[in-house]
């Protein structure tokens, strides 16, 4: 595997609006069936919200897609049969929350929780529409976990806490992100990307 495949995006919620945050992480790792480079590879989620975060995702993703995504006639195929045969496999070490339907060369939005620490989906950057959630208790566990793995192309703050924020920012290293939001800094002509 190389250095590349292993730059895994990550979003990290700290925060107090959960409906906000679910709204943007749902459009940010859903955005062409999750096929673009900094979609989020993994949600890292306070434990004590982690069920009202999830229930959250799902009801956007139903926002989004209506209650078939697979029959959206605006929802994404998977590039190629290789790509979607490697997703596939993915599915496996944890637990399928929502979603993990394959058809017709799609797969369906997917949540995962109860994942192994060596699951096949948290080694390498996921291009596809499966969101691992991740538990943490506290704000030091979700930033050594980040700090521990090559440096993210992209990371996603949620808190609205000056203090949690500068905190993140100025401890992990990334390669570009936003607070409170997904995708949209690739939206500015004066910010460089990668």
């Given amino acids: 595997m190389t250095e590349r495949e292993k730059m895994l995006s990550g979003a990290l919620y700290a925060s107090e609006d959960p409906e906000l945050a679910a709204a943007r992480i749902a459009w940010g790792k859903f955005l062409n069936a999750g096929q673009t480079c900094v979609a989020p590879d993994y949600l890292l989620v306070e434990r004590s919200v982690q069920e009202k975060l999830t229930g959250l995702l799902q009801q956007e993703i139903t926002h989004f897609l209506g209650q078939t995504p697979l029959d ?11 790509h979607l045969h490697r ?8 637990r399928i929350v ?36 991740l538990p943490f208790d ?18 996603y703050l949620f808190s609205r806490d ?9 401890r992990l290293s990334f390669g570009g992100g936003c ?15 990668g």
């Fill in 87 to 94: 997703l596939e496999c993915l599915l496996t070490g944890g």
């Fill in 162 to 170: 000056k203090g949690v924020q500068k905190k993140v920012l100025t």
């Fill in 72 to 82: 959206h006639p605006d929802y994404p195929r998977i590039i190629n049969e290789k």
């Fill in 138 to 155: 506290t704000l030091e566990e979700a930033m050594d976990y980040v700090s521990r793995r090559p440096k993210p192309l992209a990371l």
């Fill in 98 to 133: 929502c979603g993990g339907t394959v058809q017709n060369g799609r797969i369906a939005p997917t949540l995962m929780d109860n994942l192994d620490s060596d699951a096949p989906i948290m080694q390498e950057e996921i291009f596809g529409p499966i969101l691992p959630i």
């Fill in 179 to 193: 607070l409170n939001d997904t995708i949209v800094h690739l939206t500015s002509p004066h910010l460089p990307f």
